[in-house]
C-alpha cells in the first residue's frame, strides 16, 4: 500500500509501523485520515512519536475511529471518564496489564481498539509487545482451523475484577491505580473462537488468557488443554512486535486481531500512561 500524506515505516515483519509526518494535536483532513486507517488495518497497531496531546485532543484522535468506551471497572482520569490513567509508582511491583489480552473482550461488543499515550516513561524497560491474530489463525492446519470454526469461548472480567480475581489480590500492591472489585464482573459473554474482522473480512483467532474463561458447552477442565495450546500459540515470537515507550509517544492498535503484553521489568521507576477505548462491534 503506498502513502502520499504520512510516512509508513514498517516495525517488524508481522505487524506494527511508526507513522510520521502528521502532528495529532492538529485537525486531521480527511485524507490524512484515510491514510492513518489504512494504515491501521494493513499494520494491525500504528505508533506516533513526539506528539503533545492533551487528554481532549487524545479522545478527540480517538473519536474519529468511533464512540469511546467507560471502562468499568478502572477509576478515570479527573474529569476524563473515557481515559483511563495507568500508572505504575517508583514502589509498586504489580504493573496494569502484565499478561497476554485483548481489551474488554469481556463486553457484549469488545473494543475496537485502544490509544495508548505515554505521559511518562521509565529510563529503561517498560515495552508493549504485541501479537498478529491473523497469523496465528492462518498458521494452524485445516482440521484446527475446522474443528475451532464451530466453537464460542465464554469471556468474562472476573479473573481480573471479581471478588477472587487478581485485583483483589493485588489491590495493596499499586498506589495509585484504583481498580474495582465487584461481582458484576462475574457476568459472561460468548464470542467466536474465530472471527471475522468487520472491516477487512480477514479472520483471526479471538480468545485470551486474562479473559476467556472456556469454551461454550464445555467444562473448564475440558477446555483447559486446548486453551492452553492456543494461547501459546497465539502469540509465538514469528507473529510479534516490540514497542520501546518514550514519553509523548502513542500507540493505536485493533483489539479485534491483536493481543498485547505490557513487561513490567522497570522497578523503582514511574511510568504513567494515559488509555482510551474505541467501542466495537458484536464478534462474528
Same mark, same amino acid.
Given at each position: ?165 487478581? =485485583?483483589?489480590?493485588?489491590? #495493596?500492591? &499499586?498506589? !495509585?491505580?484504583?481498580? /474495582?472489585?465487584? *461481582? ?5 459473554? @460468548? ?57 509523548? =509517544?502513542?500507540?493505536?492498535? #485493533?483489539? &479485534?486481531? !491483536?493481543?498485547?503484553? /505490557?513487561?513490567? *521489568? ?5 511510568? @504513567? ?12
Amino acid at each position: 500500500m503506498s502513502y502520499e500524506q504520512i510516512k509508513v515505516t514498517p516495525l517488524a515483519g508481522a505487524l506494527g509501523a511508526e507513522i510520521s509526518g502528521v502532528d495529532l494535536s492538529a485537525e486531521i483532513g480527511d485524507d490524512v485520515f484515510r491514510e492513518i486507517q489504512d494504515a491501521f488495518h494493513e499494520h494491525l497497531v500504528i505508533f506516533f512519536r513526539n506528539q503533545n496531546l492533551t487528554p481532549n485532543q487524545q479522545k478527540d484522535f480517538s473519536r474519529r475511529f468511533g464512540s469511546l468506551i467507560v471502562h468499568p471497572f478502572v477509576k478515570p482520569l479527573d474529569g476524563h471518564p473515557e481515559i483511563i490513567p495507568i500508572i505504575k509508582e517508583k514502589e509498586d511491583k504489580m504493573n496494569f496489564g502484565g499478561g497476554w489480552h485483548s481489551d474488554v473482550s469481556f463486553m457484549e461488543e469488545p473494543a475496537l481498539g485502544s490509544v495508548l499515550y505515554a505521559k511518562e516513561t521509565p529510563p529503561f524497560g517498560g515495552d508493549t509487545l504485541w501479537s498478529n491474530q491473523y497469523l496465528a489463525y492462518e498458521a494452524l492446519s485445516d482440521g484446527m482451523k475446522d474443528m475451532l470454526g464451530g466453537l464460542k469461548a465464554v469471556h468474562s472480567a472476573s479473573r481480573q475484577y471479581g471478588a477472587k480475581g487478581e =485485583s483483589a489480590k493485588n489491590n #495493596d500492591k &499499586r498506589k !495509585t491505580m484504583e481498580v /474495582a472489585v465487584t *461481582d458484576e464482573a462475574d457476568a459472561f459473554v @460468548e464470542h467466536p473462537v474465530v472471527r471475522t474482522h468487520a472491516a477487512t473480512g480477514r479472520k483471526s483467532l479471538y480468545v485470551n488468557e486474562g479473559f476467556t474463561q472456556k469454551f461454550a458447552g464445555m467444562t473448564k477442565r475440558e477446555s483447559r488443554p486446548l486453551l492452553q495450546y492456543l494461547y501459546t500459540h497465539c502469540n509465538s515470537e514469528p507473529f510479534t512486535c516490540r514497542f520501546r515507550w518514550e514519553d509523548n =509517544s502513542m500507540a493505536f492498535w #485493533d483489539n &479485534r486481531c !491483536t493481543q498485547h503484553y /505490557a513487561l513490567n *521489568d522497570y522497578h523503582g521507576h514511574r511510568r @504513567e500512561m494515559h488509555r482510551v477505548t474505541i467501542n466495537g462491534e458484536r464478534p462474528a
